[in-house]
């Protein structure tokens, strides 16, 4: 969180190539950016309208009945003069409540469209951004927190999204609103515009310690809101480790403390805005004051004719003011919402640009996979050159049921990864058939490799989806068939809606050993060449371990076989045996034929045995 608030800090100068990048998610859409532009354009043009048409008012009306004959024939013609105004003030009525109509029709379509432009390119930049991070490098989620990526294809995008809406469009609206009143002022009366206008210095003034003193509340309140986010996720979801340990008043202090800071920083937005917007009635105030002041003087020395022009001048300059102000109040703020869509598309962008992903170039994809596996001579390290796997060489052959055994930390999973290209090696070459990993489709690559991990990670949703991952080719036959080849079918039957029960978020619902027979489930119906069973065992109890057991001994036969696990038990039937310690392959052989030689596997069995005569 510290790195995001520099990260906002560090930008000052907008960056008008991240809006270059934004605009080019517009480019399906550009009919209705075009369309966009052009009513801003149109609004503009109309803005000045209506206060000019007051202005025709009093000037036609006030100044017709002013210009009519003098002594005795004003008295006759006083009736025709009286309904020659009435019609100019009602055929002027009914324009202006036809062009208001007309207005606001188009500030609605101009309203609609950039909302639902900013949408549409939020909607496309969010499916692209989390394509990039299906095919992220899993290295990247080793070291990225899930809550920032989470919160890169969510809320940054979100706020993409007023660059449109809030930002960039409606800005042009309204500085080509402020240039076109300014202009038809200008047009009307020089004079009086200069006066009008002459307070503006303060309100640029005013404006730019606004727009800065936003800016900054806007980053503290950002913050705020990601760290009160981050304590409110994490401690819902270690809920069980602060109750169990007593610690609910400790944590509850740090939440009040965090959430202060979120009600203080809020405060001080809400307190420039409180600031700013008075200031602004009031330079509007001083302004109108200054156009009264000097029309009113210019009236009193000109004859009666120009002194009703000037007072129709006047009247419309005032409008003209509120108009020029309307826009004026919001348009710092909008340049803040702007710069901040901006840093959230440089966020994302980021994301975008990471190259730290796995390349799939290959184009080999073979219909069936026999099963051989060579590793030769591979070096890994997850980061840098802290190796965890180094020169290692083995071969399995199509059919062999191999076991890895060691110590946590020796490299067991790291070798699994790497199979399937879930990490990139950087040293030697992994071959399956012979065929180098990196040439294969990634998609035919993985979908050969059948994988039960000992971390379960089931989705919100049924049984059923979660066994099938919502595949229509697996139909529900399939996967009944395949529960009972388990022995699990019976269990999920005693479920209420069995098949279709919602295991909740993460399958709390469920024990992990039930989670994991489903997963076993799951990796059994994609029908793999080679299966890979990552401590499979590890949580299942006695019971449920001789079913898998028994289901384990049926589907490896004429399958290629890696398996992972503790309980050494479980693996004398294995063809082979590798023994790792500290990312080196220490023994290869058989059950018997490594007890025999009295090594690393000798003594990780006779550790574990003597382990289970101590519990019995």
Same mark, same amino acid.
Request: proline share 3%.
């Given at each position: 969180?510290?790195?995001?608030?520099?990260?906002?800090?560090?930008?000052?100068?907008?960056?008008?190539?991240?809006?270059?990048?934004?605009?080019?998610?517009?480019?399906?859409?550009?009919?209705?950016?075009?369309?966009?532009?052009?009513?801003?354009?149109?609004?503009?043009?109309?803005?000045?309208?209506?206060?000019?048409?007051?202005?025709?008012?009093?000037?036609?009306?006030?100044?017709?009945?002013?210009?009519?004959?003098?002594?005795?024939?004003?008295?006759?013609?006083?009736?025709?003069?009286?309904?020659?105004?009435?019609?100019?003030?009602?055929?002027?009525?009914?324009?202006?409540?036809?062009?208001?109509?007309?207005?606001?029709?188009?500030?609605?379509?101009?309203?609609?469209?950039?909302?639902?432009?900013?949408?549409?390119?939020?909607?496309?930049?969010?499916?692209?951004?989390?394509?990039?991070?299906?095919?992220?490098?899993?290295?990247?989620?080793?070291?990225?927190?899930?809550?920032?990526?989470?919160?890169?294809?969510?809320?940054?995008?979100?706020?993409?999204?007023?660059?449109?809406?809030?930002?960039?469009?409606?800005?042009?609206?309204?500085?080509?609103?402020?240039?076109?009143?300014?202009?038809?002022?200008?047009?009307?009366?020089?004079?009086?515009?200069?006066?009008?206008?002459?307070?503006?210095?303060?309100?640029?003034?005013?404006?730019?310690?606004?727009?800065?003193?936003?800016?900054?509340?806007?980053?503290?309140?950002?913050?705020?809101?990601?760290?009160?986010?981050?304590?409110?996720?994490?401690?819902?979801?270690?809920?069980?480790?602060?109750?169990?340990?007593?610690?609910?008043?400790?944590?509850?202090?740090?939440?009040?403390?965090?959430?202060?800071?979120?009600?203080?920083?809020?405060?001080?937005?809400?307190?420039?805005?409180?600031?700013?917007?008075?200031?602004?009635?009031?330079?509007?105030?001083?302004?109108?004051?200054?156009?009264?002041?000097?029309?009113?003087?210019?009236?009193?020395?000109?004859?009666?004719?120009?002194?009703?022009?000037?007072?129709?001048?006047?009247?419309?300059?005032?409008?003209?003011?509120?108009?020029?102000?309307?826009?004026?109040?919001?348009?710092?703020?909008?340049?803040?919402?702007?710069?901040?869509?901006?840093?959230?598309?440089?966020?994302?962008?980021?994301?975008?640009?990471?190259?730290?992903?796995?390349?799939?170039?290959?184009?080999?994809?073979?219909?069936?996979?026999?099963?051989?596996?060579?590793?030769?001579?591979?070096?890994?390290?997850?980061?840098?050159?802290?190796?965890?796997?180094?020169?290692?060489?083995?071969?399995?052959?199509?059919?062999?049921?191999?076991?890895?055994?060691?110590?946590?930390?020796?490299?067991?999973?790291?070798? %699994?990864?790497?199979?399937? @290209? $879930?990490?990139? #090696?950087?040293?030697?070459?992994?071959? +399956?058939?012979?065929? *180098?990993? !990196?040439?294969?489709?990634?998609?035919?690559?993985?979908?050969?490799?059948?994988?039960?991990?000992?971390?379960?990670?089931?989705?919100?949703?049924?049984?059923?989806?979660?066994?099938?991952?919502?595949?229509?080719?697996?139909?529900?036959?399939?996967?009944?068939?395949?529960?009972?080849?388990?022995?699990?079918?019976?269990?999920?039957?005693?479920?209420?809606?069995?098949?279709?029960?919602?295991?909740?978020?993460?399958?709390?619902?469920?024990?992990?050993?039930?989670?994991?027979?489903?997963?076993?489930?799951?990796?059994?119906?994609?029908?793999?060449?080679?299966?890979?069973?990552?401590?499979?065992?590890?949580?299942?109890?006695?019971?449920?371990?001789?079913?898998?057991?028994?289901?384990?001994?049926?589907?490896?036969?004429?399958?290629?076989? %890696?398996?992972?696990?503790? @309980? $050494?038990?479980? #693996?004398?039937?294995?063809?082979?045996? +590798?023994?790792?310690? *500290?990312? !080196?392959?220490?023994?290869?052989?058989?059950?018997?034929?490594?007890?025999?030689?009295?090594?690393?596997?000798?003594?990780?069995?006779?550790?574990?045995?003597?382990?289970?005569?101590?519990?019995?």
């Amino acid at each position: 969180m510290h790195l995001m608030s520099q990260e906002i800090k560090k930008r000052t100068i907008f960056d008008f190539s991240l809006l270059k990048r934004v605009f080019q998610f517009v480019s399906p859409y550009k009919s209705r950016f075009y369309l966009s532009i052009f009513l801003s354009l149109l609004l503009a043009v109309m803005a000045p309208v209506r206060p000019w048409l007051i202005q025709i008012t009093i000037n036609r009306g006030i100044g017709a009945r002013e210009q009519a004959a003098p002594g005795w024939l004003n008295h006759l013609l006083a009736d025709t003069i009286g309904t020659n105004l009435i019609r100019i003030i009602l055929f002027i009525t009914v324009f202006q409540i036809v062009f208001l109509i007309l207005e606001s029709f188009l500030r609605f379509l101009f309203s609609f469209y950039t909302a639902w432009l900013g949408q549409s390119v939020v909607k496309d930049l969010r499916v692209t951004v989390y394509n990039k991070v299906l095919g992220l490098n899993l290295s990247q989620f080793d070291r990225t927190p899930i809550g920032t990526l989470t919160t890169r294809t969510i809320n940054d995008i979100e706020s993409v999204n007023d660059v449109f809406s809030d930002g960039l469009i409606p800005i042009i609206a309204d500085l080509l609103s402020i240039f076109s009143i300014l202009g038809f002022m200008f047009y009307v009366d020089w004079k009086l515009t200069l006066v009008s206008i002459a307070p503006f210095p303060i309100l640029i003034i005013a404006t730019y310690f606004f727009k800065e003193s936003v800016n900054k509340s806007f980053i503290r309140v950002r913050n705020a809101v990601a760290h009160l986010n981050a304590f409110v996720q994490e401690h819902i979801t270690g809920m069980a480790i602060v109750q169990a340990f007593a610690a609910e008043d400790r944590e509850f202090a740090k939440f009040k403390k965090i959430n202060k800071e979120h009600r203080n920083a809020n405060i001080n937005s809400i307190f420039a805005y409180s600031v700013f917007f008075p200031v602004v009635e009031i330079i509007l105030a001083v302004s109108t004051a200054l156009l009264v002041w000097f029309g009113a003087t210019q009236a009193l020395s000109l004859p009666r004719e120009q002194a009703v022009e000037m007072t129709g001048k006047v009247v419309a300059f005032i409008l003209y003011l509120n108009l020029l102000f309307r826009p004026l109040r919001f348009i710092a703020d909008k340049f803040n919402v702007l710069q901040m869509g901006m840093i959230s598309s440089e966020r994302v962008f980021k994301v975008l640009d990471n190259d730290d992903y796995i390349k799939s170039e290959g184009s080999y994809a073979p219909l069936q996979v026999k099963g051989k596996i060579e590793f030769d001579k591979v070096w890994f390290a997850y980061t840098g050159d802290r190796y965890v796997l180094r020169d290692i060489s083995f071969t399995v052959n199509p059919g062999e049921t191999v076991a890895i055994v060691g110590h946590t930390g020796s490299g067991k999973t790291s070798i %699994i990864s790497l199979m399937n @290209r $879930l990490y990139q #090696i950087q040293q030697g070459e992994i071959r +399956i058939d012979e065929v *180098k990993v !990196e040439d294969y489709k990634l998609d035919v690559l993985r979908s050969r490799i059948g994988v039960v991990l000992q971390d379960v990670f089931l989705f919100s949703g049924s049984v059923l989806d979660n066994i099938t991952l919502r595949n229509p080719e697996i139909s529900r036959e399939k996967v009944i068939e395949a529960a009972k080849l388990i022995g699990v079918h019976d269990f999920i039957m005693k479920l209420p809606g069995n098949y279709d029960y919602n295991v909740m978020e993460r399958g709390n619902t469920l024990s992990l050993g039930q989670r994991q027979l489903l997963s076993f489930i799951r990796a059994l119906l994609y029908d793999p060449a080679i299966l890979i069973l990552d401590e499979a065992t590890s949580s299942i109890d006695t019971g449920s371990e001789l079913l898998i057991q028994h289901a384990i001994d049926t589907i490896i036969t004429g399958r290629t076989s %890696i398996v992972i696990a503790h @309980r $050494l038990s479980t #693996i004398r039937k294995a063809n082979k045996i +590798i023994v790792l310690d *500290k990312g !080196e392959i220490k023994e290869i052989g058989a059950h018997e034929e490594l007890l025999q030689k009295g090594g690393f596997y000798a003594k990780l069995h006779e550790m574990q045995f003597e382990k289970q005569q101590v519990n019995v």
